[in-house]
């Protein structure tokens, strides 16, 4: 069965910061990943994904994320933290049947 | 676009009532997806659909939940009758394969149900 594991229920960095989000994954065949994140109060949002390719994707915000196959990750980082990156970030993997499997979500807390 | 739509975005109801929550995917896309975000499960998929037609509902908590998509722009997902442990934030999503790998989903805001 598929499943998606983000180890860290928190992250505390300070702005300016390098900030890393981890994520680990156990699917069968190739791997399809995306990161979402939540703000308070709203809806998950598409950040980056990867589908195949270069392992170093670069989405919104100014997030990146790594795949190494062989570590079965896909951690998400950010050069320079702000505070405005504080929110919640799900870690997720698409199945062949376009079923997203999520993580169970790691807070963000970017501090002053 | 206007992104997904989701009504009511906040319902108080009482135990036993029904509850209908809506959803309008983004237009040209041909999967939609319920999900419920609770703090102790995290966010479970409840049931999708491709070109209106569900395809899994395993994710469906029991009898107690339906969930119908009579047309490609509208959805819905009733909880009859409703119990307190239904409290949660449902949220709709929508996508679309398109003629290329574009497999995210896009999420709308969630309707926020309270059960007392």
């Known amino acids: 069965a598929q499943s998606v594991a983000q180890p860290e229920d928190q992250v505390n960095v300070a702005e300016g910061n390098p900030l890393t989000v981890k994520c680990t994954y156990s699917v069968s065949g190739n791997p399809y990943l995306f990161w979402y994140v939540q703000y308070p109060n709203r809806g998950l949002q598409f950040l980056l994904k990867y589908i195949t390719g270069d392992n170093l994707v670069k989405g919104s915000y100014g997030f990146e994320a790594e795949f190494n196959k062989s570590q079965t990750s896909f951690h998400l980082k950010k050069p320079s933290a702000l505070v405005s990156d504080s929110a919640l970030y799900f870690c997720?993997?698409?199945?062949?049947?376009?079923?997203?499997?999520f993580g169970g979500g790691t807070r963000l807390m970017v501090k002053p | 676009d206007a992104g997904v739509i989701q009504s009511p975005r906040h319902e108080v109801t009482e135990m036993g009532q029904e509850v209908t929550l809506r959803c309008k995917p983004i237009?040209?896309?041909?999967?939609l997806f319920w999900y419920r975000q609770t703090m102790m499960r995290g966010l479970e998929l409840l049931i999708y659909?491709?070109?209106?037609?569900?395809?899994?509902d395993s994710g469906m908590p029991e009898d107690r939940f339906s969930a119908k998509m009579p047309n490609a722009s509208f959805s819905t997902l009733k909880i009859q009758p409703s119990e307190p442990r239904d409290s949660a934030v449902y949220f709709c999503?929508?996508?679309?394969f398109g003629t290329g790998p574009s497999y995210e989903q896009y999420f709308g805001p969630g309707t926020r149900l309270t059960v007392t």
């Open positions: 997720a993997a698409r199945n062949a049947g376009n079923m997203l499997t």
């Open positions: 659909f491709n070109n209106n037609v569900p395809i899994d």
């Open positions: 237009s040209g896309h041909d999967y």
């Open positions: 999503a929508s996508s679309s």
